[in-house]
Protein backbone atom coordinates (compact mmCIF):
# COMPACT_ATOMS: atom_id res chain seq x y z
CA UNK A 1 0.00 0.00 0.00
CA UNK A 2 1.26 3.75 -1.02
CA UNK A 3 -0.58 6.52 0.35
CA UNK A 4 0.00 9.58 -1.74
CA UNK A 5 -2.61 12.51 -3.95
CA UNK A 6 -2.88 13.88 -6.93
CA UNK A 7 -0.72 16.02 -8.06
CA UNK A 8 -0.35 19.03 -10.26
CA UNK A 9 1.70 20.35 -12.40
CA UNK A 10 1.86 23.72 -14.09
CA UNK A 11 3.86 24.42 -17.68
CA UNK A 12 3.58 28.78 -18.99
CA UNK A 13 4.66 29.08 -22.20
CA UNK A 14 5.22 32.67 -23.29
CA UNK A 15 2.78 33.79 -26.15
CA UNK A 16 4.66 34.85 -29.28
CA UNK A 17 3.83 38.48 -30.70
CA UNK A 18 1.75 39.73 -27.40
CA UNK A 19 1.98 43.41 -26.77
CA UNK A 20 2.44 45.03 -23.20
CA UNK A 21 -1.39 45.67 -21.51
CA UNK A 22 -0.64 49.38 -21.76
CA UNK A 23 -0.26 48.82 -25.46
CA UNK A 24 -3.52 46.60 -25.85
CA UNK A 25 -6.13 47.16 -27.83
CA UNK A 26 -8.37 44.46 -26.95
CA UNK A 27 -10.77 44.40 -24.28
CA UNK A 28 -9.60 41.89 -22.31
CA UNK A 29 -6.01 41.21 -21.33
CA UNK A 30 -4.99 39.26 -18.66
CA UNK A 31 -1.36 38.10 -17.19
CA UNK A 32 -0.98 34.51 -15.91
CA UNK A 33 1.99 34.77 -13.27
CA UNK A 34 3.42 31.60 -11.26
CA UNK A 35 4.99 32.04 -7.50
CA UNK A 36 6.43 30.24 -5.19
CA UNK A 37 3.97 29.72 -1.85
CA UNK A 38 3.79 27.38 1.11
CA UNK A 39 2.40 24.42 -0.37
CA UNK A 40 4.68 24.83 -3.88
CA UNK A 41 3.42 26.90 -6.46
CA UNK A 42 0.64 29.44 -7.13
CA UNK A 43 -1.17 30.24 -10.22
CA UNK A 44 -2.33 33.53 -10.06
CA UNK A 45 -4.38 35.08 -12.87
CA UNK A 46 -3.88 38.70 -13.00
CA UNK A 47 -7.21 40.09 -14.60
CA UNK A 48 -7.97 44.03 -15.20
CA UNK A 49 -11.63 43.77 -14.75
CA UNK A 50 -12.02 41.90 -11.40
CA UNK A 51 -10.28 40.56 -8.99
CA UNK A 52 -7.18 37.99 -9.10
CA UNK A 53 -7.80 34.78 -9.62
CA UNK A 54 -5.48 32.15 -8.27
CA UNK A 55 -4.71 28.03 -7.84
CA UNK A 56 -1.95 26.22 -5.94
CA UNK A 57 -0.27 23.10 -7.84
CA UNK A 58 2.58 21.22 -6.98
CA UNK A 59 5.52 21.44 -9.02
CA UNK A 60 6.42 23.96 -11.98
CA UNK A 61 7.65 22.82 -15.55
CA UNK A 62 9.79 25.50 -17.35
CA UNK A 63 9.15 26.72 -20.49
CA UNK A 64 12.83 24.99 -21.74
CA UNK A 65 12.61 21.78 -19.41
CA UNK A 66 10.51 18.48 -20.75
CA UNK A 67 9.76 16.63 -17.62
CA UNK A 68 9.60 17.46 -13.57
CA UNK A 69 10.54 14.56 -10.74
CA UNK A 70 7.65 14.24 -10.14
CA UNK A 71 6.75 12.57 -14.04
CA UNK A 72 9.64 10.34 -13.26
CA UNK A 73 8.63 9.00 -9.99
CA UNK A 74 5.19 8.55 -11.71
CA UNK A 75 7.19 6.34 -14.11
CA UNK A 76 9.00 4.52 -11.39
CA UNK A 77 5.72 3.88 -9.66
CA UNK A 78 4.26 2.37 -12.74
CA UNK A 79 7.34 0.26 -13.55
CA UNK A 80 6.58 -1.16 -9.79
CA UNK A 81 3.71 -1.97 -10.27
CA UNK A 82 1.18 0.72 -9.64
CA UNK A 83 -1.37 2.57 -11.69
CA UNK A 84 -0.16 5.75 -12.38
CA UNK A 85 -2.27 8.33 -14.66
CA UNK A 86 -0.44 11.30 -16.35
CA UNK A 87 -3.52 13.78 -17.43
CA UNK A 88 -2.58 16.79 -19.96
CA UNK A 89 -4.75 19.40 -20.39
CA UNK A 90 -4.14 22.88 -21.99
CA UNK A 91 -6.57 26.39 -22.52
CA UNK A 92 -4.74 28.76 -24.40
CA UNK A 93 -3.01 29.38 -28.44
CA UNK A 94 -3.13 25.72 -29.88
CA UNK A 95 0.24 26.94 -31.95
CA UNK A 96 1.89 27.87 -28.59
CA UNK A 97 0.91 24.62 -26.29
CA UNK A 98 0.67 22.04 -28.97
CA UNK A 99 4.33 21.73 -29.70
CA UNK A 100 5.07 21.52 -25.63
CA UNK A 101 2.47 19.39 -24.97
CA UNK A 102 3.74 16.99 -27.66
CA UNK A 103 7.82 17.31 -26.47
CA UNK A 104 6.89 16.93 -22.75
CA UNK A 105 5.22 13.34 -24.00
CA UNK A 106 8.27 12.65 -25.81
CA UNK A 107 10.46 13.02 -23.09
CA UNK A 108 8.56 11.20 -21.09
CA UNK A 109 8.39 8.09 -23.42
CA UNK A 110 11.94 8.16 -23.95
CA UNK A 111 12.38 8.34 -20.16
CA UNK A 112 10.22 5.36 -19.56
CA UNK A 113 12.57 3.40 -22.39
CA UNK A 114 15.81 4.16 -20.68
CA UNK A 115 14.11 2.60 -17.62
CA UNK A 116 12.81 0.00 -19.43
CA UNK A 117 15.82 -0.65 -20.74
CA UNK A 118 17.77 -1.26 -17.75
CA UNK A 119 15.44 -3.78 -16.91
CA UNK A 120 16.96 -5.49 -19.89
CA UNK A 121 13.96 -7.28 -21.25
CA UNK A 122 12.42 -8.63 -17.83
CA UNK A 123 9.19 -5.98 -18.02
CA UNK A 124 6.99 -7.13 -20.80
CA UNK A 125 5.23 -4.11 -22.50
CA UNK A 126 1.64 -3.93 -24.33
CA UNK A 127 -0.36 -0.62 -25.09
CA UNK A 128 -3.12 0.31 -26.68
CA UNK A 129 -3.35 3.88 -28.63
CA UNK A 130 -6.73 5.62 -28.89
CA UNK A 131 -8.34 8.62 -30.38
CA UNK A 132 -11.21 9.44 -27.74
CA UNK A 133 -14.46 11.11 -28.45
CA UNK A 134 -18.23 11.62 -26.95
CA UNK A 135 -19.64 9.28 -29.29
CA UNK A 136 -16.89 6.58 -29.89
CA UNK A 137 -13.48 5.43 -29.34
CA UNK A 138 -10.76 4.89 -32.67
CA UNK A 139 -8.00 2.60 -32.26
CA UNK A 140 -5.46 4.93 -33.85
CA UNK A 141 -3.03 2.12 -34.35
CA UNK A 142 -5.43 -0.14 -36.65
CA UNK A 143 -7.80 2.88 -37.68
CA UNK A 144 -10.71 0.99 -36.10
CA UNK A 145 -13.90 2.58 -34.15
CA UNK A 146 -15.82 0.81 -31.48
CA UNK A 147 -18.74 2.49 -29.47
CA UNK A 148 -17.86 4.01 -25.97
CA UNK A 149 -20.43 1.66 -24.85
CA UNK A 150 -18.78 -1.17 -26.39
CA UNK A 151 -15.36 0.00 -24.65
CA UNK A 152 -17.33 0.64 -21.01
CA UNK A 153 -18.20 -2.93 -21.40
CA UNK A 154 -15.12 -4.77 -22.68
CA UNK A 155 -12.61 -2.35 -21.09
CA UNK A 156 -9.59 -1.70 -23.06
CA UNK A 157 -7.15 -4.65 -22.80
CA UNK A 158 -8.43 -6.48 -25.75
CA UNK A 159 -6.71 -4.11 -28.23
CA UNK A 160 -3.67 -4.49 -26.36
CA UNK A 161 -0.43 -4.87 -28.54
CA UNK A 162 2.43 -6.42 -27.23
CA UNK A 163 5.82 -4.32 -28.43
CA UNK A 164 9.84 -4.76 -27.10
CA UNK A 165 10.67 -1.39 -27.30
CA UNK A 166 8.58 2.14 -26.20
CA UNK A 167 9.92 3.44 -29.28
CA UNK A 168 7.09 0.92 -31.41
CA UNK A 169 4.92 2.93 -29.63
CA UNK A 170 6.40 6.82 -30.39
CA UNK A 171 5.94 5.49 -34.31
CA UNK A 172 2.45 5.54 -33.76
CA UNK A 173 2.23 9.16 -31.66
CA UNK A 174 4.85 10.66 -33.50
CA UNK A 175 2.39 11.30 -36.74
CA UNK A 176 -0.83 11.30 -35.38
CA UNK A 177 -4.01 10.26 -37.88
CA UNK A 178 -6.45 12.37 -36.36
CA UNK A 179 -6.62 15.29 -34.23
CA UNK A 180 -8.29 14.00 -30.95
CA UNK A 181 -8.43 13.66 -27.18
CA UNK A 182 -5.80 10.52 -27.21
CA UNK A 183 -5.43 7.95 -24.69
CA UNK A 184 -2.12 5.94 -24.16
CA UNK A 185 -2.41 2.83 -21.47
CA UNK A 186 0.91 1.62 -21.20
CA UNK A 187 1.00 -2.06 -19.25
CA UNK A 188 4.38 -3.00 -17.59
CA UNK A 189 3.96 -6.69 -16.90
CA UNK A 190 6.99 -7.59 -14.23
CA UNK A 191 6.79 -11.79 -14.15
CA UNK A 192 10.29 -11.90 -12.22
CA UNK A 193 8.56 -9.50 -9.37
CA UNK A 194 4.74 -10.86 -10.57
CA UNK A 195 4.18 -7.29 -10.78
CA UNK A 196 2.02 -5.75 -13.29
CA UNK A 197 1.23 -1.48 -13.94
CA UNK A 198 0.12 0.74 -15.49
CA UNK A 199 1.10 3.82 -17.01
CA UNK A 200 -1.82 5.72 -18.66
CA UNK A 201 -1.00 9.12 -20.58
CA UNK A 202 -4.14 11.05 -21.60
CA UNK A 203 -4.08 14.83 -23.29
CA UNK A 204 -7.41 16.55 -23.33
CA UNK A 205 -5.93 19.15 -25.38
CA UNK A 206 -8.50 22.13 -24.81
CA UNK A 207 -11.40 20.70 -22.82
CA UNK A 208 -14.34 23.45 -22.27
CA UNK A 209 -15.69 21.57 -19.00
CA UNK A 210 -18.64 23.35 -20.18
CA UNK A 211 -21.04 22.89 -23.24
CA UNK A 212 -21.79 26.95 -23.39
CA UNK A 213 -18.46 27.45 -24.13
CA UNK A 214 -18.14 25.15 -26.94
CA UNK A 215 -21.35 24.27 -28.11
CA UNK A 216 -19.56 22.44 -31.28
CA UNK A 217 -21.60 18.82 -31.70
CA UNK A 218 -18.99 18.03 -33.89
CA UNK A 219 -18.72 14.10 -34.27
CA UNK A 220 -15.13 13.93 -33.34
CA UNK A 221 -15.72 16.21 -29.94
CA UNK A 222 -15.03 15.44 -26.69
CA UNK A 223 -17.43 17.81 -24.82
CA UNK A 224 -20.04 16.17 -22.90
CA UNK A 225 -17.58 13.48 -21.72
CA UNK A 226 -15.38 16.46 -20.09
CA UNK A 227 -18.39 17.87 -18.57
CA UNK A 228 -19.36 14.88 -16.92
CA UNK A 229 -15.57 14.33 -15.93
CA UNK A 230 -15.78 17.51 -14.50
CA UNK A 231 -19.30 17.25 -12.69
CA UNK A 232 -17.97 13.70 -11.28
CA UNK A 233 -14.76 15.53 -9.68
CA UNK A 234 -16.63 18.20 -7.82
CA UNK A 235 -19.13 15.88 -6.40
CA UNK A 236 -16.13 13.73 -5.48
CA UNK A 237 -14.08 16.36 -4.14
CA UNK A 238 -17.72 18.08 -2.13
CA UNK A 239 -17.95 17.59 1.39
CA UNK A 240 -21.82 17.90 0.96
CA UNK A 241 -23.68 14.75 1.29
CA UNK A 242 -24.39 13.61 -2.53
CA UNK A 243 -26.24 10.71 -4.66
CA UNK A 244 -24.66 10.02 -8.06
CA UNK A 245 -25.71 6.94 -9.81
CA UNK A 246 -24.03 7.00 -13.26
CA UNK A 247 -27.00 6.26 -16.01
CA UNK A 248 -25.14 7.40 -19.48
CA UNK A 249 -21.78 5.02 -19.90
CA UNK A 250 -19.01 7.94 -20.36
CA UNK A 251 -15.55 5.70 -21.12
CA UNK A 252 -13.33 8.65 -19.89
CA UNK A 253 -15.26 9.13 -17.08
CA UNK A 254 -15.36 5.04 -16.19
CA UNK A 255 -11.49 5.24 -17.31
CA UNK A 256 -10.26 7.89 -15.05
CA UNK A 257 -12.68 6.90 -12.21
CA UNK A 258 -10.23 5.28 -10.24
CA UNK A 259 -8.06 8.35 -10.48
CA UNK A 260 -10.06 11.54 -9.86
CA UNK A 261 -11.74 8.85 -6.38
CA UNK A 262 -8.22 8.39 -4.96
CA UNK A 263 -7.56 4.70 -5.44
CA UNK A 264 -5.10 5.24 -8.56
CA UNK A 265 -2.41 7.82 -8.22
CA UNK A 266 -2.72 10.46 -10.62
CA UNK A 267 -0.27 13.60 -11.93
CA UNK A 268 -2.01 16.73 -13.46
CA UNK A 269 -0.13 18.09 -15.86
CA UNK A 270 -1.19 22.20 -17.16
CA UNK A 271 -0.47 24.11 -19.84
CA UNK A 272 -1.34 28.13 -20.18
CA UNK A 273 -0.19 30.89 -21.96
CA UNK A 274 1.02 33.79 -20.27
CA UNK A 275 -1.06 36.08 -21.63
CA UNK A 276 -4.86 35.71 -23.11
CA UNK A 277 -6.75 38.81 -24.79
CA UNK A 278 -9.40 36.43 -25.71
CA UNK A 279 -12.57 35.74 -23.63
CA UNK A 280 -13.43 32.69 -24.59
CA UNK A 281 -10.12 31.51 -23.61
CA UNK A 282 -9.91 33.28 -20.11
CA UNK A 283 -13.17 31.61 -19.79
CA UNK A 284 -11.27 28.27 -20.28
CA UNK A 285 -8.65 29.04 -18.47
CA UNK A 286 -11.07 29.86 -14.92
CA UNK A 287 -12.87 26.38 -15.69
CA UNK A 288 -9.35 24.72 -15.67
CA UNK A 289 -8.48 26.47 -12.39
CA UNK A 290 -11.92 25.12 -10.80
CA UNK A 291 -10.64 21.70 -12.11
CA UNK A 292 -7.44 21.71 -10.77
CA UNK A 293 -8.61 23.14 -7.64
CA UNK A 294 -10.74 20.46 -7.13
CA UNK A 295 -9.01 17.11 -7.67
CA UNK A 296 -5.29 18.33 -6.43
CA UNK A 297 -4.22 17.64 -3.05
CA UNK A 298 -6.81 14.23 -3.40
CA UNK A 299 -6.00 11.98 -0.98
CA UNK A 300 -4.59 8.90 -2.67
CA UNK A 301 -4.49 5.04 -1.28
CA UNK A 302 -2.98 3.10 -4.27
CA UNK A 303 -2.34 -0.87 -4.13
CA UNK A 304 0.85 -2.37 -6.15
CA UNK A 305 -0.92 -5.11 -8.82
CA UNK A 306 0.51 -8.15 -7.95
CA UNK A 307 -0.25 -11.28 -10.45
CA UNK A 308 -1.71 -14.18 -9.21
CA UNK A 309 0.55 -16.62 -8.98
CA UNK A 310 -2.48 -19.08 -8.99
CA UNK A 311 -3.69 -17.81 -12.26
CA UNK A 312 -0.04 -17.68 -13.20
CA UNK A 313 0.25 -21.70 -12.81
CA UNK A 314 -2.70 -21.99 -14.54
CA UNK A 315 -1.58 -20.34 -17.19
CA UNK A 316 1.49 -22.21 -17.05
CA UNK A 317 -0.32 -25.29 -17.39
CA UNK A 318 -2.90 -24.36 -20.24
CA UNK A 319 0.27 -23.50 -22.02
CA UNK A 320 1.92 -26.72 -21.51
CA UNK A 321 -1.40 -28.41 -22.41
CA UNK A 322 -1.18 -26.18 -25.48
CA UNK A 323 2.19 -26.98 -26.21
CA UNK A 324 1.57 -30.64 -26.34
CA UNK A 325 -1.59 -30.02 -28.47
CA UNK A 326 0.41 -28.27 -30.62
CA UNK A 327 3.48 -30.97 -30.81
CA UNK A 328 0.41 -33.03 -31.48
CA UNK A 329 -0.52 -31.05 -34.40
CA UNK A 330 2.97 -30.34 -35.89
CA UNK A 331 3.67 -33.79 -35.89
CA UNK A 332 0.44 -35.14 -37.89
CA UNK A 333 1.11 -32.00 -40.22
CA UNK A 334 4.85 -33.09 -40.54
CA UNK A 335 3.13 -36.71 -41.65
CA UNK A 336 0.51 -35.38 -43.57
CA UNK A 337 3.03 -32.83 -45.48
CA UNK A 338 5.71 -35.87 -45.96
CA UNK A 339 2.34 -37.72 -47.84
CA UNK A 340 2.11 -34.78 -49.84
CA UNK A 341 5.73 -34.79 -50.82
CA UNK A 342 5.26 -38.42 -52.02
CA UNK A 343 1.92 -37.99 -53.79
CA UNK A 344 3.69 -34.76 -55.43
CA UNK A 345 6.57 -36.59 -56.47
CA UNK A 346 4.44 -39.64 -58.28
CA UNK A 347 2.18 -36.93 -59.64
CA UNK A 348 5.63 -35.25 -60.79
CA UNK A 349 7.15 -38.27 -62.47
CA UNK A 350 3.48 -38.90 -64.06
CA UNK A 351 3.73 -35.53 -65.11
CA UNK A 352 7.25 -35.86 -66.94
CA UNK A 353 5.42 -38.99 -68.63
CA UNK A 354 2.45 -37.43 -69.84
CA UNK A 355 5.02 -35.16 -71.10
CA UNK A 356 7.09 -37.52 -73.20
CA UNK A 357 4.00 -39.19 -74.26
CA UNK A 358 3.02 -35.83 -75.24
CA UNK A 359 5.86 -35.09 -76.99
CA UNK A 360 5.86 -38.20 -79.27
CA UNK A 361 2.60 -37.36 -79.98
CA UNK A 362 3.39 -34.19 -81.17
CA UNK A 363 6.55 -35.73 -83.35
CA UNK A 364 3.94 -38.00 -84.77
CA UNK A 365 1.31 -35.81 -85.61
CA UNK A 366 4.25 -33.17 -87.02
CA UNK A 367 5.03 -36.38 -89.44
CA UNK A 368 1.20 -37.51 -90.40
CA UNK A 369 1.03 -33.41 -91.25
CA UNK A 370 4.17 -33.31 -93.57
CA UNK A 371 3.09 -36.91 -95.50
CA UNK A 372 -0.08 -35.41 -95.74
CA UNK A 373 0.91 -32.15 -97.76
CA UNK A 374 3.29 -35.20 -99.55
CA UNK A 375 0.48 -37.03 -100.86
CA UNK A 376 -1.88 -34.00 -101.27
CA UNK A 377 1.26 -32.42 -103.49
CA UNK A 378 1.33 -35.61 -105.52
CA UNK A 379 -2.12 -35.55 -106.05
CA UNK A 380 -2.52 -32.52 -107.16
CA UNK A 381 0.30 -33.45 -109.71
CA UNK A 382 -1.17 -36.32 -110.60
CA UNK A 383 -4.46 -34.84 -111.58
CA UNK A 384 -2.13 -31.91 -113.20
CA UNK A 385 -0.31 -34.49 -115.21
CA UNK A 386 -3.63 -36.45 -116.02
CA UNK A 387 -5.70 -33.32 -117.29
CA UNK A 388 -2.69 -32.32 -119.74
CA UNK A 389 -2.98 -36.16 -120.95
CA UNK A 390 -6.46 -35.46 -121.68
CA UNK A 391 -6.30 -32.53 -122.98
CA UNK A 392 -3.64 -33.62 -125.16
CA UNK A 393 -5.38 -36.72 -126.70
CA UNK A 394 -8.36 -34.08 -127.12
CA UNK A 395 -6.33 -32.83 -129.49
CA UNK A 396 -4.74 -34.90 -131.28
CA UNK A 397 -7.88 -36.54 -131.74
CA UNK A 398 -9.60 -33.03 -133.09
CA UNK A 399 -6.38 -33.20 -135.44
CA UNK A 400 -7.22 -36.58 -136.38
CA UNK A 401 -10.84 -35.68 -137.25
CA UNK A 402 -10.17 -32.78 -139.55
CA UNK A 403 -7.21 -34.85 -141.24
CA UNK A 404 -10.20 -37.52 -141.45
CA UNK A 405 -12.40 -34.72 -143.31
CA UNK A 406 -10.01 -33.56 -145.43
CA UNK A 407 -9.68 -37.17 -147.00
CA UNK A 408 -13.40 -37.82 -147.52
CA UNK A 409 -13.34 -34.26 -149.42
CA UNK A 410 -10.55 -35.48 -151.45
CA UNK A 411 -11.76 -38.48 -152.45
CA UNK A 412 -15.38 -36.76 -153.22
CA UNK A 413 -13.23 -34.43 -155.49
CA UNK A 414 -11.87 -37.48 -156.94
CA UNK A 415 -15.14 -39.47 -157.52
CA UNK A 416 -16.83 -36.29 -158.42
CA UNK A 417 -13.89 -35.79 -161.17
CA UNK A 418 -13.82 -39.32 -162.29
CA UNK A 419 -17.74 -38.98 -162.75
CA UNK A 420 -17.16 -35.81 -165.07
CA UNK A 421 -14.17 -37.56 -167.14
CA UNK A 422 -16.48 -40.73 -167.50
CA UNK A 423 -19.35 -38.57 -168.29
CA UNK A 424 -17.01 -36.73 -171.09
CA UNK A 425 -15.80 -39.69 -172.65
CA UNK A 426 -19.38 -40.94 -172.80
CA UNK A 427 -19.98 -37.81 -174.18
CA UNK A 428 -17.01 -38.33 -177.19
CA UNK A 429 -18.02 -41.73 -178.11
Known amino acids: MKITKVE ?11 LPISQSNTSISCLLEVEPSESAYEIRLVDTSEMDKKVSVDDRLEPDATFTDKHENGIDEAIEGYDIAMV ?39 YVYL ?68 LVLVDLLYPTFSLLLSPSNKKEALESSCVHLYDTVRIISSSAPASFTEEIPYFLT ?68 NIQILQIRCKSLKEQLKKEKSSRENL ?13 LTTNLKQAREQKEDQEYLLE ?7 EQVQKKDTEFQELFLKNDKERLLIRQIQRTAEVVKQFKEQNQ
Open 254 to 321: KELGPYISGAKKMILSTYFQDRIDDERILAKTKVCFDFIDSLRGTRVVMLKNRLDTDSKDKRKRESER
Open 381 to 387: YIKSSHE
Open 8 to 18: AIVCVVSKEGS
Open 88 to 126: SLSAGDTETLDDKRMNNLEMVLNLLQGKLRATKGEIKIE
Open 348 to 360: KKQIEIDEKIIEE
Open 131 to 198: GVTDECCYDLRKDLLYTNKSMCEKGIDFLMKRVDDVSDIWVQIEQPKRKLPQMLSIKLTDEKNLTQGR
